[in-house]
Nanobody, 124 residues
Framework: QVQLVESGGGLVQAGGSLRLSCAAS????????MGWFRQAPGKERESVAA????????YYADSVKGRFTISRDNAKNMVYLQMNSLKPEDTAVYYC?????????????????WGQGTQVTVSS
């Protein structure tokens, strides 16, 4: 089992920045790929970014490319999502997820563990 706890959400003006953190615990963090997803009211949960255990491969949704950066610190069992140039359409609950497969997939169905989410609200 892996437990995931997100933090760092909040209210920010358009153009601002936030850094989300995800703390993992429970089992070895080794060889686990991680991802960030988000879900806005009335919409399906969508992928935002994914990263392999080594950090050597990272993937982003087209809507966030060039603005968001996913990273991880395996020594601390942490994953981060740096969000810059935020837009009102980025408003959503952001979830951290882990997959037992070391594949940086954007497919939410391949993730095994999920956090409770953290709210990000971007005002115009």
């Amino acid at each position: 089992q892996v437990q995931l706890v997100e933090s760092g959400g909040g209210l920010v003006q358009a153009g601002g920045s936030l850094r989300l953190s995800c703390a993992a615990s429970g089992r070895t963090f080794n060889n686990i790929a991680m991802g960030w997803f988000r879900q806005a009211p009335g919409k399906e949960r969508e992928s935002v970014a994914a990263i392999t255990w080594s950090g050597g491969s990272r993937y982003y949704a087209d809507s966030v490319k060039g603005r968001f950066t996913i990273s991880r610190d395996n020594a601390k069992n942490m994953v981060y999502l740096q969000m810059n140039s935020l837009k009102p359409e980025d408003t959503a609950v952001y979830y951290c997820a882990a997959t037992k497969r070391n594949i940086a997939t954007m497919n939410r169905n391949l993730y095994d563990y999920w956090g409770q989410g953290t709210q990000v609200t971007v005002s115009s």
